[in-house]
Every structure is written in C-alpha cells, then in structure tokens.
C-alpha cells in the first residue's frame, strides 16, 4: 500500500474513532456539574490528548487546536478558574465544532471561521494563548495506541480494535500497535480488543440462513427417525423369516443356504443398527451445532443499550435548562443487548418519553421547593433481560399523572364522552396519555402540545411486539416501562392449530395454557370470561376472531392465556402441538401482506408454514369485543355500595357497574354494609343473598325499615334463581332481583335505569 492510499484510511480510521470519543467526552463532560466529577475530568482529559495527538500527525490542524484549548479549559475548571456549568457548554460546542470539522477534512486541517472563533473563546476563558493553527510535522515515533472507543456505537457486542494513531513507514505492510505497557501519562494502556465491525446486511443474511438451516436439521431428524422406522420393519421382516426357518424341515442344502442367509442378516441387521445410531448420533450433534450458530449470529446482531443511551444526557441537560429544570439522569445496565434492526425504534420511544419525562413529568425548581422535594429532578433508565425480552424502565419523581384531571381533558378534546370517560377505570384513565391527539398541553410549543409523543411510543412498541405500562402516582412520580423482544431474527414460540394450520404465538406473550370446563365460564362486560389466577378473563374462540373457522367443536377445548402488558385474554385453539425456536422472516404473498392480527412466519421441519400473531392486535380486538358502548346505560354517575361475601364476585359485579360509569363502593357482608351506609350516602345498593353475620335479606329488611334510608334503591344478586326465592326478596323490600348467572351489562343497566 502507497503512502497516499495508507493516509486515506487511517484518516477514515480516525473519523469513525473520533465520533465515538467525542460522544465520551460530551457524556464526561456532563458530569462535571456533579459533586464527584474528578473522574469525568480524567476521563475527558485523556481523550481529548489523545485525540490531539492523532489529529496532529494527521495534518488536522484545527482539531488538534481546539482539542488542545478544550485542554486547557479543563484544567482552568480543575483550578476553579471556570465554573463546571460554563466548561461543561464550551466544551459541548467544541465537540459539535469537531463533528462538523470531520465533515470535511480540508476544514479541519485549516479551520473555519466557526471553529477559530471558538478556539480563540476556549482559550480567553481559560485565560491561556490560543496555539498556532499549524499542522505538527515532527518526525517522531508512533505513539502508543489509543484505547478503543467504547463498544456502544459499534453494531456488535463488545469492543472495537484499537485504531493507530499515526501512519507508519511507507515499507511496512501494516500498522501494528506497540507492546502492552504504560502510556505517557504513567497508566496501563487497555488491552488489545479482538472484535470487527460487520455489514449488518451480512449479519442478516447469516441469520437467514442460520434460520434455514436449523428447520432444514429438523427435517434431517424427522428424515432418520423414518429411517429408523423402516429399519424396524426391515428387522421385523428378518426375524419372522427366522422363525420360519426354525419352524420347518428342510433338506441339507436348503438347510446350508438358509444358515448362511441367517448369518448375514445377523451381519446386515448389526451394520445397519450401527449405522442408524452413528446417523442420528450425526444429526443430533449437527442439529445442536446449528443450534448454537443460530444463538452466535443472534446475539452478533445485540449492541449494547449504550448505542441507544449515550446521546440522551445531553439531551435531557439542554432540554431542563430551556425550561429552567435543573435535571440528573441516571442510566443503568447499558451493556444489555438489542438488536441491532430495533435500534431506531427503541431511541425515538425513549426519547419521547425522555422529552415527555422532563416537560410534564419534573416541576419547575421553586413548586419542587414548596413540595419538600430536592431541586434537581430525577430521571432514571433502567434495563434488564428477562430470558428472550428486554425490560426497559423510565422513571421520574415528578408531579405524577392524576386520573381524574386526564378524564376531564379527554372529554375537553372530544376524545371521549363524559360518560365514556366516568366508565374508566384509574389504569385505563392513565392509559389515555397514548391516545393519538391527547394532550395535557393548552399551547403547542416545541417538545409537546400536539399530543402526538406518547401515542408514537406505543405504536413502534407495538410493531416491535412489545407493550408499554405505565405506574404513576400523584405528587410522587411516573414510571413507564417498555417490554421488547431482545431479537426479531429468531423468536421463541408455542406453536398451536387451528383447523389443519398452524400458528405461533410469542412464548414471552404467553402465560399460561389450560382447558375451562362449560361450567367455569361466566358473563362480564357482556362477553364470555374466566376466572384465571384470581381474575375475570375474557374467554376468546382464536378461530372466529381470525375469521378461519367456527370455533372448537368440543367442550373443554385447550387455551392459550396471553398477556400484553396488564391485559389478558383466554384464547381458545384447536390443539397445542409445541413450543420452539423459529426463524421470523417476514409476510411473503399479497393475502398475508398488511393483514391484521399477522406478524410473520416461520418455516417448519414437516414443510408447513406457521403464522406467527401479533398478539397486541389480537389484544385490541379482544379489548374492543369485551367492552361495547352501552348506550342505555344512565347519564347520571350513580355511588353504589355492593355487598357482597366472594371476592370473586365482588370483582366480577364491580367491573360490571363500573362499565356502565358508576362508583362503587364494596362490603364484604350484611354487617359491613349497614356500616358503610349508615357513615356515606349511596344512590343504589347492590347485594347479594348467603352471606356471614347479616344475608341480604335481612340486611334489606333492616334498610327498608329505616326512614332515613328507606328511599335507597336495592337490587339482590343471588345465585337462588327459585320463584321461592324471589319472593322472599321482594317480601324483604328488595326492588329488583337479578340471577348471578344470567348477570350481564345490558341487565344490569336496564334494571338501574328502571330504579334510579
């Protein structure tokens, strides 16, 4: 290689280096304004020399003259000459300076009028001379090799290779880094790092294939445990030949034939069983290697989290001090692995978030004063794997989300009706922030207002199959948290039929898989549910959801209980057939391209394509299913007490009244109730029959004697369906009886409007 084509590409080295180093001195240089900053400023400071010395030699003039006055700004700061909130802004313009310089190498060997200016400025507030802007051409050694950057920018794990720092002799075949030892400044230098950067086109294709040829092993198994088969029958066939032999008088030449016969089929049975296990010990070890290749080319295509973290406390810094916010981000465990195609996605969720965080969430410096809270607000990110997902947490301990307040701007913005909004539940009132249009905001201005920020989150989450949960408490603060698969190249699935097809479901959406029985069902929200772990759960039919078939045609067919986020549902499918690593490759065809409910598909080992779901569409519909709009239901927001002795029920019956956009209060029996009445008014009474200590007769009777309580309208839920049982009711005083098993919405919204 020429002098000339060797200058080229170490100028392009230097290029790629420099991008991640000033990322790491931006990062440090946001940690001057912490208490413990004699760390950062070390770690700033040996990048900025060794950058320095890198440009120098490579004839970057300007670079180096600006890294050499950022030096000195940071010394000035370390001798309380410069305040940390003044070197902290002049030493972020530099880095921007520098990343415009590298745009274009004639600038940074020259400088701009831009950079000059700001050189002249590092150098006037540290109060030192501003050096020539002359390339250094000293014929002197190499210098040791920096150390890497940091792994997070390259686009797989681990660190990237130390880069040279100068150009070699135009005789040597490569430039080779000097033996480990100390640095100039008396430190251990970092070892060597033994990783690449790859095409990520590459690594696709090699997860591709990988995925190929893991289905195209499992066909080889299924292939020799045929043969294994045929084989048996080959060996059935050789011993009732035998006992044939055995079984008949034979002359002595037919005698002699039918010995050595018998010989060499013991020879051919022996041979052909040792072949049979070699070969399906073959395919077994080839099976596992493929395996573990498909594992090494996944986990090639994870960058650590600090590829997606590492702009986001500058960010954060200069959106507080626009608002006046003083803010500290804190980051953990930014060394789990994502994929690198999610990438994208999972930064602009995070930054949504992160703007939202520091606009909505943290209060202005005097109101957190008032509140007994430190000035600085607090943002924390943290992540963690969970087998197969990723968990990602924001938290701020801000002002917290009020539900009520989020209720009244819904129906402000015509998003929801005021009853629609009284029917909510406080999660689902919270939920309302990822609405497309909602905003807490009056005013537009740049970082929110047009209530398009959270419903972004939730839609690329979602196309990533993840989910998003929210946790907020009011004065206290907000936690948002993001629920990824660590990898879209190779996912983990149960595997289910419908009819003669099959479909996966993501292992990580599924909780659990259980046959109900006729009698387990019940009626809430005027939709069929079970009870699952102490909870209603919408029972659905997979098969008429996805519009296949008629649904199961037996009575305890299996189910698949998903979870997305904090929603369930019961889907119900023909059969389970297994639960397996798959490759995803994505819809191919115009009649599974854009179709609802359809994330991808895999190939499998018998021929047959399975359709993976994308359960947060099958989770919308579900949710659309479960709760109709009851448009008879009354317009006045009712406070119900509900008496009843099953905690089952009580969860059963309160989510019904408040579908229909009432209040409840619970009891747990006849005693408990009479409590509650006699200490809060209440517009309706809801109870039931075969309680402890009072039943609902008497506690009925006892209401309806009471003048000042008289007027109370009473309905009785029981499971008692008999007339004699009416009756009693309605000798009791009770104004409606309803069947526990007949309970639906539209019943009970009826009786309601009749009474109150």
């Given at each position: 290689m020429d002098t000339e084509s060797l200058k080229k590409s170490l100028l392009s080295k230097f290029v790629e280096v420099t991008g991640d180093r000033l990322q790491t001195i931006q990062?440090?240089?946001?940690?001057?304004?912490?208490?413990?900053?004699?760390?950062?400023?070390?770690?700033?400071?040996?990048?900025?020399?060794?950058?320095?010395?890198?440009?120098?030699?490579?004839?970057?003039?300007?670079?180096?003259?600006?890294?050499?006055?950022?030096e000195d700004l940071l010394k000035a700061n370390r001798d309380q000459k410069v305040d940390?909130?003044?070197?902290?802004?002049?030493?972020?313009?530099?880095?921007?300076?520098?990343?415009?310089?590298?745009?274009?190498?004639?600038?940074?060997?020259?400088?701009?009028?831009?950079?000059?200016?700001?050189?002249?400025?590092?150098?006037?507030?540290?109060?030192?001379?501003?050096?020539?802007?002359?390339?250094?051409?000293?014929?002197?050694?190499?210098?040791?090799?920096?150390?890497?950057?940091?792994?997070?920018?390259?686009?797989?794990?681990?660190?990237?290779?130390?880069?040279p720092s100068a150009p070699p002799a135009p005789s040597a075949p490569e430039a080779r880094p000097s033996a480990p030892g100390l640095d100039e400044h008396g430190e251990r230098k970092a070892p060597l790092d033994r990783s690449i950067r790859v095409n990520v086109e590459i690594l696709d294709a090699l997860g591709m294939l990988a995925g190929d040829l893991l289905v195209e092993s499992a066909r080889n198994r299924l292939r020799a445990d045929e043969l294994t088969e045929l084989l048996a029958r080959f060996a059935r066939v050789g011993d009732a030949l035998l006992r044939f032999h055995q079984s008949h008088q034979h002359d002595k030449v037919s005698h002699d034939a039918l010995e050595r016969m018998e010989r060499d089929l013991h020879l051919l049975r022996d041979d052909t069983f040792r072949f049979v296990r070699h070969h399906v010990d073959g395919v077994n070890t080839l099976h596992g290697n493929l395996s573990q290749l498909a594992d090494n080319v996944a986990e090639a295509r994870l960058v650590p989290l600090a590829t997606v973290f590492e702009a986001f406390p500058r960010a954060v810094r200069e959106i507080g001090i626009s608002q006046g916010k003083q803010v500290d981000l804190v980051i953990e465990k930014t060394q789990v692995g994502v994929d690198r195609s999610m990438v994208g996605d999972v930064r602009d969720a995070l930054v949504h978030l992160l703007r939202n965080a520091v606009d909505h969430g943290l209060e202005a410096v005097d109101y957190r004063q008032t509140l007994g809270k430190s000035d600085v607000g607090k943002i924390q990110i943290r992540a963690r794997a969970d087998g197969d997902m990723l968990h990602i947490e924001v938290e701020d301990d801000g002002r917290g989300m009020d539900p009520e307040h989020l209720r009244r701007v819904a129906v402000a913005k015509k998003l929801l009706t005021p009853h629609q909004a009284?029917?909510?539940?406080?999660?689902?009132?919270?939920?309302?922030?990822?609405?497309?249009?909602?905003?807490?905001?009056?005013?537009?201005?740049?970082?929110?207002?047009?209530?398009?920020?959270?419903?972004?989150?939730?839609?690329?989450?979602?196309?990533?199959?993840?989910?998003?949960?929210?946790?907020?408490?009011?004065?206290?603060?907000?936690?948002?948290?993001?629920?990824?698969?660590?990898?879209?190249?190779?996912?983990?699935?149960?595997?289910?039929?419908?009819?003669?097809?099959?479909?996966?479901?993501?292992?990580?959406?599924?909780?659990?898989?259980?046959?109900?029985?006729?009698?387990?069902?019940?009626?809430?929200?005027?939709?069929?549910?079970?009870?699952?772990?102490?909870?209603?759960?919408?029972?659905?039919?997979?098969?008429?959801?996805?519009?296949?078939n008629?649904?199961?045609?037996?009575?305890?067919?299996?189910?698949?209980?998903?979870?997305?986020?904090?929603?369930?549902?019961?889907?119900?499918?023909?059969?389970?057939?297994?639960?397996?690593?798959?490759?995803?490759?994505?819809?191919?065809?115009?009649?599974?391209?854009?179709?609802?409910?359809?994330?991808?598909?895999?190939?499998?080992?018998?021929?047959?394509?399975?359709?993976?779901?994308?359960?947060?569409?099958?989770?919308?519909?579900?949710?659309?299913?479960?709760?109709?709009?009851?448009?008879?239901?009354?317009?006045?927001?009712?406070?119900?007490?509900?008496?009843?002795?099953?905690?089952?029920?009580?969860?059963?019956?309160?989510?019904?009244v408040k579908a229909l956009g009432h209040s409840v209060e619970e009891a747990q029996d006849g005693e408990d109730g009479w409590t509650r009445i006699q200490a809060s008014p209440f517009d309706l009474v809801l109870t039931d029959v075969q309680m402890p200590r009072l039943d609902g007769f008497a506690f009925t009777r006892r209401l309806k004697t009471n003048p000042e309580l008289a007027r109370i309208p009473v309905i009785i839920l029981s499971s008692l369906a008999s007339p004699e049982d009416r009756r009693r009711g309605l000798d009791a005083g009770a104004d409606g009886y309803l069947i526990k098993g007949e309970l639906g919405v539209e019943s009970l919204a009826l009786a309601i409007d009749r009474l109150v």
């Open positions: 990062l440090g240089a946001i940690d001057l304004e912490k208490a413990d900053a004699e760390q950062a400023a070390e770690n700033v400071a040996r990048e900025l020399h060794t950058m320095k010395g890198e440009a120098r030699m490579l004839g970057l003039a300007a670079v180096g003259q600006l890294a050499h006055a950022c940390a909130r003044t070197a902290t802004d002049l030493l972020l313009r530099a880095c921007d300076a520098i990343s415009d310089l590298l745009e274009e190498l004639d600038s940074a060997k020259e400088g701009s009028d831009h950079s000059n200016a700001l050189a002249a400025k590092l150098a006037e507030t540290s109060g030192q001379s501003l050096p020539p802007l002359q390339p250094t051409r000293k014929k002197a050694p190499p210098p040791s090799a920096p150390a890497g950057p940091p792994a997070s920018s390259a686009p797989v794990p681990g660190p990237r290779p130390t880069q009284n029917a909510l539940t406080e999660r689902e009132a919270i939920e309302l922030i990822f609405r497309a249009g909602f905003s807490t905001r009056d005013e537009v201005s740049e970082l929110s207002g047009r209530g398009v920020g959270m419903d972004v989150v939730k839609r690329k989450v979602e196309a990533l199959s993840g989910s998003v949960s929210v946790q907020s408490k009011v004065g206290r603060g907000t936690t948002i948290a993001l629920r990824l698969p660590q990898s879209l190249a190779l996912m983990r699935v149960l595997l289910v039929r419908l009819g003669d097809d099959v479909y996966g479901v993501p292992a990580a959406e599924v909780e659990a898989v259980a046959r109900f029985k006729p009698e387990d069902r019940m009626e809430v929200f005027g939709t069929v549910a079970v009870m699952h772990r102490g909870r209603p759960t919408s029972l659905v039919a997979l098969g008429p959801l996805l519009a296949l008629g649904g199961p045609r037996f009575d305890r067919p299996p189910a698949v209980v998903v979870r997305h986020g904090e929603e369930r549902a019961a889907l119900v499918v023909d059969g389970l057939i297994d639960e397996r690593e798959v490759a995803v490759k994505p819809c191919g065809g115009e009649f599974l391209k854009g179709a609802p409910f359809i994330a991808g598909t895999a190939a499998l080992e018998d021929g047959r394509i399975a359709v993976l779901l994308h359960v947060p569409d099958i989770m919308a519909e579900v949710r659309r299913m479960a709760r109709p709009v009851v448009e008879q239901a009354s317009a006045k927001r009712l406070r119900v007490l509900l008496v009843d002795d099953s905690p089952i029920a009580r969860a059963t019956e309160s989510a019904l």
